[in-house]
């Protein structure tokens, strides 16, 4: 890990690299399409301008000659003096000289090279023209080529260089930022602590990954709630029955009583009961597959399983068989009918399977005093209930509704949540659509 480079600074040069490519693509395209015409025409006007001046100069009267030569001075910087023997061998210069000595050669009756004389600060460039059967040797100063191609180009890719790093190293760190904040809070995550969400920002691709993990963390945060919760429903609810036990059993050592283990009977199974639906919630429910269900028979079933004269149990059914998970669907409706029928004491409650808009539904219907809205989210977490008291008297533990839940979402059920003005709750299941 230690000799492993960083993603910024691997993003950094590979973004480099292609940004200084893409610059030198860039300036071979222009130099060859536009700046070599250019100075070749440039070049070819001056060796044009040379003989021309050349020819001028020999065709003129004697006595007009310096005239001539003065405004060559003054308006082409150009300057004519006799020709001098000089060693026409070639040497180092910048590319426009070049360009001008084949331009200068395609007039010339023989090729040639440029002679280089310091005058003063200055240097010139010399050639001599034979023209009239003599020689003249016309030149030019350095300066009169303002342009610096090279130079220009040198400093453009210094320029280019230090602004493609700092591009580059810009641009990399925008894409790497959010991914250190995702490593940070991995490193959070694996220290056993929970990190804070991560906003969803960077490019698509990088925010799905930033969404899958704040649901993550989304998750981890309430399964350590509901463990928090569920242990502490778990040691409240059995310290209950094993204070009575304590207390049965104390009464046992005095005078054994039927009735007394009757009491201790109920306790123990109550408690049997508890452990079994704590485990089976903390195992996970697992999806079932599905079989045509004779629905009318399982209400049957209900109906008389839930046999109540206080609080009875109408069935109302539109179909004679679905396709479903048969046990998953009698313990979903056995938990739903169960709670409805101890909170809505006193009043019918009615199961209900029919065609809906989006498929086959199942209801449970009761006229109860109903779940408010902002709670019902709540009433479908482990050991959670409206009443507080925790009281056996006034309702369960608290697990038959989570329980529904996720059977639900096991086996890709809808659940909704009604509650009419009138009073009540109607808990329907939507099954699939091909139910």
Not at 221 to 230: A, E, F, G, S
Not at 240 to 258: F, I, K, Q, V
Not at 280 to 303: C, H, K, M, N, Y
């Amino acid at each position: 890990m230690r000799g492993r480079r960083s993603l910024l600074r691997q993003y950094t040069l590979w973004l480099t690299a292609m940004f200084v490519l893409l610059e030198l693509v860039l300036v071979i395209v222009f130099m060859t399409l536009l700046m070599l015409p250019l100075a070749r025409r440039a070049a070819d006007d001056l060796a044009g301008l040379v003989v021309l001046s050349a020819q001028t100069w020999s065709e003129l009267p004697p006595e007009t000659r310096p005239a001539f030569v003065k405004e060559l001075r003054t308006s082409h910087q150009l300057d004519i003096r006799p020709a001098q023997a000089y060693d026409a061998t070639p040497a180092l210069h910048p590319p426009f000289v070049y360009l001008f000595e084949q331009a200068i050669n395609r007039r010339l009756p023989q090729p040639s090279h440029l002679m280089l004389e310091q005058k003063g600060d200055e240097l010139w460039y010399w050639i001599n023209i034979p023209v009239g059967g003599q020689l003249l040797a016309l030149g030019w100063p350095e300066s009169r080529n303002e342009s610096r191609p090279v130079v220009a180009l040198g400093l453009g890719l210094v320029f280019s260089l230090w602004l493609s790093w700092w591009s580059a190293r810009w641009l990399a760190g925008r894409i790497v930022r959010p991914l250190l904040s995702l490593n940070q809070a991995m490193v959070t995550v694996g220290d056993g602590d929970t990190p804070s969400l991560l906003p969803a920002d960077g490019p698509q691709e990088l925010a799905a990954v930033i969404h899958q993990f704040n649901a993550m963390v989304t998750q981890v945060q309430v399964l350590l709630t509901t463990r928090t919760t569920m242990l502490a429903g778990v040691s409240h609810d059995l310290r209950t029955p094993l204070t009575r036990m304590r207390l049965t059993l104390e009464l046992l050592r005095d005078a054994p009583n039927p009735a007394l283990l009757d009491r201790l009977e109920r306790e123990v199974e109550r408690m049997n009961q508890l452990i079994s639906q704590v485990m089976e919630l903390a195992r996970g429910l697992q999806a079932e597959p599905t079989q045509l269900v004779d629905i009318v028979a399982l209400f049957s079933a209900l109906q008389e399983d839930f046999r109540d004269d206080n609080t009875p149990l109408m069935v109302r059914c539109e179909l004679h068989q679905l396709w479903a998970a048969p046990m998953a669907l009698r313990r979903v409706l056995s938990n739903l009918i169960q709670n409805a029928q101890r909170y809505a004491a006193g009043f019918p409650v009615t199961l209900v399977c029919e065609q809906g808009p989006q498929g086959v539904r199942i209801g449970v219907l009761d006229q109860g005093p109903g779940i408010p809205e902002t709670e019902l989210d709540r009433m479908q977490q482990p050991f959670q209930r409206l009443e507080a008291s925790r009281s056996q008297g006034t309702g369960g533990v608290g697990l038959g509704l989570a329980i529904v839940k996720e059977l639900a979402k096991a086996n890709g059920w809808r659940l909704q949540w009604i509650s009419p003005p009138a009073g009540g709750l109607q808990c329907w299941i939507q099954l699939h659509p091909g139910a």
